[in-house]
């Protein structure tokens, strides 16, 4: 199934919303993995974030230092028991250490913990079409909406970000925007940058 998720902050909205009252933009830094923040009902949290530099034999888009350029996966919980059906936007960026910024191009990973135990235990039996329309009805690859009452696990792949140095910090900053124009941003506590041979 091919739907990556590139769900970019919807940037004109979010810059209305900003003058509109009661809809100022909000800003909320995380101060470690755990902490929370809310945009309208909804509950965002940082559960972890990992990154890495690969050099592997074959590596694509190879840097100055032969390496890949920076993967970052963030793992969230949203929780949106307390509201009504809505659907979040986000931009995505790294800071490395000295704050300096990256843009990245994060995708939902599928999360098949989101479907019912008799839906799972035979899905590995079922026809691509029928998994297509099984992974439609559950967003199994979340696509941004949360229904009333929802809470689940998101995890997000970036591989597009800068070549900084194996071993130095970096922090994950997230903007949401939900429909009616409000955001939120929450920025991880420091991470590792990692090597993989």
């Not at 830094?29 to 949290?45: D, E, K, W, Y």
């Not at 989101?114 to 590995?124: F, I, M, N």
């Not at 009333?148 to 071993?167: K, S």
């Amino acid at each position: 199934m091919k739907t990556p998720l590139c769900l970019k902050l919807a940037l004109v909205g979010g810059l209305l919303g900003a003058g509109r009252p009661g809809l100022a933009a909000d800003s909320t830094t995380a101060g470690s993995q755990g902490a929370s923040v809310r945009l309208g009902a909804s509950t965002i949290t940082v559960i972890e974030v990992y990154g890495w530099r690969d050099w592997m034999p074959i590596v694509s888009q190879p840097g100055p230092d032969h390496g890949s350029p920076l993967h970052i996966r963030i793992r969230l919980g949203l929780d949106n028991s307390a509201g009504t059906a809505t659907k979040l936007t986000f931009v995505g960026r790294v800071l490395d250490d000295s704050g300096k910024s990256y843009p990245l191009t994060f995708g939902a990973q599928p999360n098949y913990h989101v479907l019912p135990v008799a839906v799972a235990s035979t899905y590995r039996d079922l026809d691509p079409a029928a998994r297509e329309a099984v992974d439609a009805k559950y967003d199994v690859v979340w696509s941004g909406g949360l229904k009333a009452g929802e809470v689940r696990e998101v995890e997000l792949l970036a591989g597009d970000g800068p070549y900084l140095p194996v071993g130095s910090a970096v922090r994950v900053q997230l903007t949401w925007t939900n429909p009616e124009g409000a955001s939120v941003t929450v920025t991880s506590a420091p991470a590792s940058i990692n090597r993989t041979d």
